[in-house]
């Protein structure tokens, strides 16, 4: 039985076979989608001679970078003031619960009223996603905190400070870390939302350009790009989470 | 052990007071007790009588309701006093520090010189037994050692009070009998004050030089009986016949409270 | 911690207060308030066009529902079962649920075309990973010494799967139905926005297209009004089930 990373890969390359196969073979109709080798085609190409390429790439990475770097950050923060103040939690939980069912993309033309079209609202746009599953976990990693390190920490006469930063943060830290994988999805898929509805700049808006002009080739090309870049993102957090819950927990 | 009082409780009781729906809960008391310096006193009674709420009082995590807690002569309230160590029931050692970094923990804190530090968590660590696991993390360690990793960050820290409460409580008797012994040679090699709690009655017996029998909630001492052990002693006592007397002395003491504890007529 | 109704009280009351200073603040160009908002919204709910948009989205969120659920439960209880298939699996569903989906609609329509199907598949792959992933959690959870037990009293699969499975899975796997019919909503109204003709989606959409503020406002009070009265109703009841668990 080899290990589980190497059957994955082999899921996965089963999975673009079959659909390569079931494109070129016409099963799915070249309108619709083109063999993932085209995809891949059509990226490179993409990537080397489109003249937009690399500055609508930067925009949208610089805004997906600020946004998670907000989400998390705020969210941390606010999740630390919110668990402080029992009262406040109380009157927030039906909120923090209910967030993500809420059509929050709604709000998108409201933040263009109030920040313009520009970076700002596409930036809030991915924070204002990531940012309560970010409060979420905080809260949920302080709670989960054994009562005994608070106990060790008195014993030892740390003070309040110390005690939050050496010991509360780190034995906090494997669930918050689930919170900030969550929160990095959540604020990318923020950003090319409003990049779709927005639409001034970015690969968002160079992806619904190329779908309006029935340009299949960057479309997918860009569509690919995206996946990946969120794939790659969440494996590399995946996997540092799963290392310190090795470190943590016993098998 | 001299005659030296160094924690002296009076008239100590802890009430929960009344809150949504739940009556008051007198908890504890009144106790007194006196602990004489480097002196090892056992602690045993039913369930729920009260010892982890009397210990945490003694160390100052709580507050008594009434009465008063005094160590070295000065009030014990709200906070630690300095020099004093406490091991709790639940694992407290640090998942994200090796068994080095968890013992050195408190050190760190405290100022120490880089020097001094690798002296005494080196000292501890081999007097542990933990030679072997420095590096390790404690996910890696048995629920024994994992204690020991505890009592080493506690004995590195020299405190002249050592308050243990139910630290061999999830741990197997053979391993609970070796844990006692080791307690024993820590409390020999600082020539701390020890209390401890425990279920146990036997370990109790064995371990201390005086063992105050609680009652049923809320707890008061029913009898503190000495048991006159040589200061070297080891867990083959449990071989001398005294030992048996001593034991069944403690049951006979605690065996009404216990069934009143679990309802029981 | 126990939720006072006053709390409620309390948290409505700022938010419309919140609303009422924004509205001061940014103009009736961008917002509304609240009080005119409940107007519009009164005046929609009497209207045929309403109702025939609201019957739209009910049934393509009802059938994402159905796909989403039943799929989510099935093939996570499957993956959640076998140690090895939670191993492969889990990390790749994990990415797939990470991964921005709103950027495969253009994909979705192309080859399903505008319409109910692309809807319908938009919002189950919203809601399908949620449920399976939290059901992968709950079997995964699941104390070995409960299936022991069962093993040792001799238990039929069906008998095991309804006395012990259920009752110790259950109350995970309810929170991942109830993220998992949120998410759907959510996947099926954002559906709507891009490519369909109907549904309160499509209403939204053109309401957004002429910058039809207090038409906008008042869709949006309704769909929040709509998800968050769902997500109560079904958190009651999950907060049963985890009370009755205890």
């Given at each position: 039985m080899r290990n589980p990373a190497?059957?994955?890969?082999?899921?996965?390359?089963?999975?673009?076979?079959?659909?390569?196969?079931?494109?070129?073979?016409?099963?799915?109709?070249?309108?619709?989608?083109?063999?993932?080798?085209?995809?891949?085609?059509a990226l490179v190409d993409m990537i080397r001679h489109a003249d937009w390429f690399w500055s609508d790439a930067r925009y949208t990475f610089q805004n997906i970078a600020v946004a998670i770097l907000l989400s998390i950050v705020l969210g941390f923060v606010i999740g630390l003031i919110i668990h402080a103040l029992p009262r406040l939690r109380r009157v927030l939980n039906p909120v923090l619960l209910s967030y993500y069912s809420v059509p929050t993309f709604v709000f998108y033309p409201l933040l263009v009223v109030i920040f313009g079209i520009g970076p700002s609202s596409l930036i809030v746009m991915g924070a204002m996603f990531g940012i309560v599953a970010m409060i979420s976990?905080?809260?949920?990693?302080?709670?989960?905190?054994?009562?005994?390190?608070?106990?060790?920490?008195?014993?030892?006469?740390?003070s309040g400070w110390q005690t939050a930063i050496r010991i509360k943060l780190p034995a906090a830290t494997p669930r918050l870390f689930t919170g900030l994988t969550l929160a990095v999805a959540y604020s990318v898929t923020g950003v090319i939302a409003g990049e779709f509805i927005i639409a001034t700049a970015g690969l968002g808006r160079q992806l619904t350009l190329s779908y309006n002009e029935f340009d299949s080739a960057t479309m997918y090309g860009l569509i690919l790009l995206i996946l990946i870049f969120a794939a790659v993102i969440n494996r590399f957090l995946q996997s540092w989470e799963a290392r310190i819950y090795r470190r943590w927990y016993r098998k | 052990m001299?005659?030296?009082?160094?924690?002296?409780?009076?008239?100590?009781?802890?009430?929960?007071?009344?809150h949504s729906g739940h009556g008051e809960v007198h908890a504890l008391g009144p106790v007194d007790l006196n602990l004489r310096r480097g002196e090892f006193v056992g602690i045993v009674g039913p369930s729920g009588c009260g010892k982890s709420t009397l210990l945490e009082i003694v160390a100052?995590?709580?507050?008594?309701?009434?009465?008063?807690?005094?160590?070295?002569?000065?009030?014990?309230?709200?906070?630690?006093?300095?020099?004093?160590?406490?091991?709790?029931?639940?694992?407290?050692?640090?998942?994200?520090?090796?068994?080095?970094?968890?013992?050195?923990?408190?050190?760190?804190?405290?100022?120490?010189?880089?020097?001094?530090?690798?002296?005494?968590?080196?000292?501890?660590?081999?007097?542990?037994?933990?030679?072997?696991?420095?590096?390790?993390?404690?996910?890696?360690?048995?629920?024994?050692m994992r204690q020991r990793v505890c009592i080493a960050r506690t004995l590195v820290m020299r405190p002249r009070l050592i308050l243990l409460d139910e630290p061999f409580g999830?741990?197997?008797?053979?391993?609970?009998?070796?844990?006692?012994?080791?307690?024993?040679?820590?409390?020999?090699?600082?020539?701390a004050t020890v209390m401890l709690i425990t279920h146990a009655l036997d370990e109790a017996a064995m371990l201390s030089d005086r063992v105050a029998v609680m009652s049923s909630r809320p707890g008061r001492f029913i009898d503190i009986l000495d048991t006159n052990w040589p200061r070297d002693r080891d867990s083959r006592i449990v071989a001398d016949p005294r030992f048996g007397q001593f034991t069944s002395k403690l049951w006979e003491l605690i065996r009404e409270e216990s069934k009143k504890a679990m309802g029981i007529q | 911690m126990k939720q006072r109704w006053w709390d409620y009280v309390i948290l409505v009351v700022a938010m419309l207060v919140l609303w009422q200073v924004a509205f001061y603040m940014v103009g009736p160009d961008a917002i509304a308030p609240p009080l005119e908002t409940v107007q519009r919204l009164g005046t929609l709910i009497t209207q045929d066009d309403f109702?025939?948009?609201?019957?739209?989205?009910?049934?393509?969120?009802?059938?994402?529902?159905?796909?989403?659920?039943?799929?989510?439960?099935?093939?996570?209880?499957?993956?959640?079962?076998?140690?090895?298939?939670?191993?492969?699996?889990?990390?790749?569903?994990?990415?797939?649920?990470?991964?921005?989906?709103?950027?495969?609609?253009?994909?979705?329509?192309?080859?399903?075309?505008?319409?109910?199907?692309?809807?319908?598949v938009f919002g189950a792959i919203h809601g399908f990973f949620p449920v399976a992933l939290f059901a992968i959690g709950a079997i995964r959870n699941i104390p070995p010494v409960l299936l022991r037990t069962g093993r040792v009293m001799k238990l039929s699969w069906l008998s095991l799967a309804r006395t012990i499975l259920l009752p110790a899975a259950g109350p995970e796997i309810i929170t991942g139905l109830r993220m998992g019919f949120s998410t759907t909503l959510l996947g099926t109204l954002i559906g709507e926005l891009f490519a369909s003709n109907a549904g309160l989606g499509f209403m939204l959409m053109r309401a957004m297209d002429i910058d039809n503020v207090p038409d906008i406002m008042a869709l949006t009070l309704l769909l929040f009004l709509i998800a968050t009265g769902a997500n109560t109703i079904i958190l009651a009841i999950e907060h049963h089930v985890h009370a009755f668990n205890k």
């Open positions: 190497f059957w994955r890969l082999m899921i996965l390359v089963g999975g673009v076979l079959t659909i390569e196969v079931l494109c070129r073979s016409g099963v799915v109709s070249s309108y619709s989608m083109i063999p993932p080798s085209q995809m891949v085609v976990s905080t809260l949920t990693a302080i709670d989960r905190i054994p009562r005994v390190y608070g106990k060790v920490a008195r014993v030892g006469r740390m | 001299t005659n030296d009082i160094q924690v002296a409780l009076s008239e100590v009781t802890r009430v929960y007071p009344a100052g995590l709580a507050n008594p309701t009434t009465g008063s807690v005094t160590f070295e002569g000065v009030r014990v309230r709200n906070q630690v006093p300095d020099g004093v160590g406490v091991v709790f029931q639940e694992d407290a050692s640090f998942p994200w520090l090796t068994v080095r970094d968890n013992v050195a923990f408190g050190l760190r804190r405290a100022g120490v010189n880089e020097a001094e530090i690798n002296r005494r968590v080196d000292h501890a660590i081999a007097f542990m037994g933990l030679g072997a696991f420095r590096r390790a993390y404690p996910s890696q360690l048995s629920g024994g999830a741990l197997d008797q053979q391993t609970r009998l070796l844990m006692g012994e080791e307690l024993l040679r820590l409390w020999r090699e600082t020539s | 109702w025939n948009n609201a019957k739209a989205t009910g049934i393509a969120f009802f059938y994402a529902c159905v796909l989403a659920l039943v799929g989510g439960l099935v093939i996570g209880v499957a993956i959640g079962s076998s140690k090895m298939a939670d191993e492969i699996l889990s990390p790749i569903l994990g990415t797939l649920y990470s991964i921005p989906k709103i950027v495969l609609y253009p994909v979705i329509l192309l080859i399903f075309g505008l319409g109910l199907s692309a809807k319908v």
